[in-house]
């Protein structure tokens, strides 16, 4: 097992980390940068190194100065959390070239998912259902014509090196698709130096349900069911549940079958997640994730399982702890994601936090790293906390998430917290019934 482990993030997965390392005896080395001074991760800790100013290009981002910041510390290993370099192969394939290891999947798994038709090709072989579209590469306006005629408007045009819904462009008819498919290969080669397209059918109202997977990286694979990323607003996930209630468990299991069968054959090693679009109850593979999610503690409390121990277990070479036979979901998760935001244009709200108080009890988790006069600096994501309940069924977990916001307070900085009061209070998603498109329908109404 590693003796010292070096974070390479910031904020509350910075904590989730560290947590989990303390408990397992290894040591713990935050970075930090110039904006983070007093940042809980860095008094967390057992070291600290800065490295560098508060722009994140010269800091969470800057390769050599983590690198150096590793030799320094001797640490064994670097866990990237989410964001920042998690999903970057080029920072995974340095850290190896100086013994350190990452603790993640290997180089190149992480290039194959990281480009979007590679990563459908490869879920193809393995039997993963995926959206009919292009085989591969839309070159150029004439095969355009030719992939949306065999595949049927309305299609949807795609960056290869995308994701997050940059570039992405809806055609509903031949008349447009010239001009879009040009502007899509403008916008991706600006956003991702790579104007590679490609093209799938638009499903019109889906869900977002994803698949957390696990694997030892020699060929055991397991699942940890699906969870509900459906409420989102401009690609920003808000709040996230499993099971997703618009999903039964016998189509769970099944989907999650073939997706623990491709990351056995795959010899994936560690967390991902497969996302798929799910519409008329068929699933359809997008694309996955090769690191830990945002949302990954709704799947801790309903399996009961540490996903971060799990990961470090594997990287360091020995067995995962998991077996599917003994991972029985139980009860109902929700996920709400707290930003320091001002409604109702969700424009950040960095500053002084005067006051901060966590609820507590029963199957509540807040994971969060500010308190009371922190200042939540403006150069990073807006996410402050994350305020995780669970209980035995979906309708008292929704109580519980009701008396829990009516707990927190956090003064100083606006923020999201009152939207999900509002969300909780509707009866569509009291029902259940919501799609992708459902928050910004909603969000929209409210404001006329
Ligand atoms: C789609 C789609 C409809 N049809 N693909 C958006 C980001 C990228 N990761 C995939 N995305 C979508 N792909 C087909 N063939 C609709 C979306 C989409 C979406 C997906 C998941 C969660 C929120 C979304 C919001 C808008 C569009």
């Not at 800091?59 to 983590?66: E, T």
């Not at 502007?183 to 957390?212: C, G, V, W």
């Not at 690609?235 to 989907?255: A, C, F, M, R």
Request: a negative charge.
């Amino acid at each position: 097992m590693f003796k010292k482990i070096l974070i390479a993030n910031r904020g509350e997965i910075a904590l989730r980390v560290i947590r989990t390392c303390k408990e397992m005896g290894i040591k713990t080395v935050a970075v930090y940068s110039q904006a983070d001074v007093d940042a809980m991760h860095v008094r967390m800790a057992d070291e600290s190194v800065c490295i560098g100013p508060a722009e994140s290009t010269k800091s969470y981002l800057s390769i050599p100065s983590i690198i150096s910041a590793c030799e320094i510390t001797g640490s064994e290993a670097v866990h990237p959390g989410y964001g920042f370099l998690s999903e970057n192969a080029n920072f995974a394939e340095i850290l190896a070239d100086h013994g350190i290891k990452f603790i993640g999947p290997s180089v190149s798994h992480i290039n194959t998912m990281g480009d979007k038709i590679n990563a459908k090709a490869q879920m193809e072989t393995f039997n993963v259902p995926c959206v009919p579209g292009s085989n591969g590469e839309v070159k150029n306006v004439s095969d355009a014509h030719i992939a949306a005629k065999q595949i049927g408007f309305p299609v949807l045009l795609k960056a290869a090196a995308g994701g997050g819904g940059i570039g992405m462009k809806i055609v509903s008819s031949d008349d447009q698709l010239e001009t879009l498919f040009l502007q899509a290969k403008s916008e991706a080669k600006k956003s991702f130096n790579d104007d590679t397209i490609y093209m799938e059918k638009y499903l019109e109202k889906p869900r977002h349900i994803e698949i957390q997977i696990f694997g030892d990286g020699k060929g055991k694979a397991v699942h940890l069911g699906e969870r509900d990323c459906s409420l989102q607003r401009r690609h920003q996930k808000v709040l996230e549940e499993t099971p997703s209630p618009g999903v039964t468990p016998d189509e769970v299991n099944k989907i999650g079958e073939i997706c623990s069968d491709a990351v056995s054959k795959m010899k994936y090693e560690g967390a991902g997640t497969i996302e798929f679009l799910y519409e008329n109850r068929e699933f359809f593979f997008i694309e996955m994730n090769t690191r830990l999610q945002v949302e990954h503690p709704i799947t801790e409390a309903v399996f009961g399982v540490d996903l971060v121990k799990e990961q470090i277990r594997v990287a360091s070479g020995m067995d995962m702890a998991l077996s599917q036979e003994t991972l029985k979901p139980q009860g109902h998760a929700i996920e709400c994601r707290i930003n320091a935001e001002r409604l109702p244009s969700f424009s950040p709200s960095p500053g002084n936090i005067k006051e901060f108080h966590s609820p507590g009890g029963i199957g509540i988790r807040m994971d969060s790293a500010i308190y009371n006069g922190f200042k939540v600096p403006p150069f990073y994501d807006s996410l402050i906390g994350k305020l995780i309940v669970h209980a035995d069924s979906r309708s008292l977990a929704l109580r519980r998430l009701s008396r829990a916001l009516d707990e927190l307070i956090i003064d100083g900085v606006h923020t999201t917290v009152d939207l999900f009061k509002e969300i909780i209070d509707e009866e569509d998603f009291k029902n259940g019934e919501y799609n992708i498109h459902w928050l910004e329908h909603w969000l929209s109404d409210k404001v006329q």
